[in-house]
Nanobody
Framework: QVQLQESGPGLVKPSQALSLTCIVSGGSITDNYYSWNWIRQSPENGLEWVGAITMAGSTYYSPSLKSRMSISRDTSKNQFTLQLSSVTPEDTAVYYC???????WGQGTQVTVSS
C-alpha cells in the first residue's frame, strides 16, 4: 500500500517562496506507471491541479502557475517537492500530493499566505 505524506510550512508571507515535500512509502517514485501530482483545494477555487512529475522525471505544470513553480524529486529519499515562488493570498489552500494511476492521496497540508 502506497502512502503519501505532505510536509511544509503552514504559514507563508506574501511574495515569499513556498516549498512542500511529499514523502512516499510503500512504493518507489521511479516504479513504472506512477505519476506524482500536486493538487490544491480552496473554497474560492475548488479543487485545482497544480502539476506532476512522472516516474521518469518528466514534469508537467498548470499553465496558470507555470511561471512561478517547479517540481523536483529526490529518488534517494523517495520524495518529490513543489516549489512555488512569489506567493499571494490566492495561493492559500490545502495542498495534497497524489499518485494518479492508482489514486493514492496524502492527507493534505494547509498553507496560508498572510502577512
Amino acid at each position: 500500500q502506497v502512502q503519501l505524506q505532505e510536509s511544509g510550512p503552514g504559514l507563508v508571507k506574501p511574495s515569499q517562496a513556498l516549498s512542500l515535500t511529499c514523502i512516499v512509502s510503500g512504493g518507489s517514485i521511479t516504479d513504472n506507471y506512477y505519476s506524482w501530482n500536486w493538487i490544491r483545494q480552496s473554497p474560492e477555487n475548488g479543487l485545482e491541479w497544480v502539476g506532476a512529475i512522472t516516474m521518469a522525471g518528466s514534469t508537467y505544470y498548470s499553465p496558470s502557475l507555470k511561471s512561478r513553480m517547479s517540481i523536483s524529486r529526490d529518488t534517494s529519499k523517495n520524495q518529490f517537492t513543489l516549489q512555488l515562488s512569489s506567493v499571494t493570498p490566492e495561493d492559500t489552500a490545502v495542498y495534497y500530493c497524489k499518485e494518479n494511476s492508482r489514486g493514492y492521496w496524502g492527507q493534505g497540508t494547509q498553507v496560508t499566505v498572510s502577512s
